[in-house]
């Protein structure tokens, strides 16, 4: 019975990480000082986000192209800046996080 519940906490573990680790990614990377995941703060939730392209062909290459040169018009007025310096892994594994989000 005790192994039992070392693995459910190994695999709690487990899970939980590459959400912590993404999460860390955005804050390192500058995106939390913008955005949150529940409420819209300069730029829109993380979790409205998700839910706008949920489903959608091609949405986290044209996410990921929206990080790395900014934009604007699509959530409102406000640009977002360009970050060019974010490494390929470090946008691929934030975006999925964003995506996931719900």
């Known amino acids: 019975m005790k192994s039992l ?4 906490t190994a ?4 899970t939980a990480l590459p959400v912590q680790a993404s999460e860390t990614l955005a804050e ?3 995106c939390l ?3 949150s995941v529940e409420e819209k703060l300069i730029g829109p939730a993380f979790k409205d986000v998700a839910a706008k392209y949920k489903g959608q ?3 986290a290459a044209m996410l990921a192209d929206k ?4 934009g604007s018009g699509v959530w409102g007025p406000v640009k977002m800046p360009a970050n060019p310096k974010i490494s390929d892994k ?8 964003v995506l996931a989000q719900q």
């Open 67 to 70: 990080v790395r040169k900014g």
């Open 5 to 8: 519940g070392l693995l459910a």
């Open 28 to 30: 390192d990377n500058n």
């Open 90 to 97: 470090d946008l691929k594994a934030i975006v999925a996080w």
């Open 33 to 35: 000082s913008c955005h």
């Open 11 to 14: 695999m709690l573990v487990a």
């Open 57 to 59: 062909k091609g949405a």
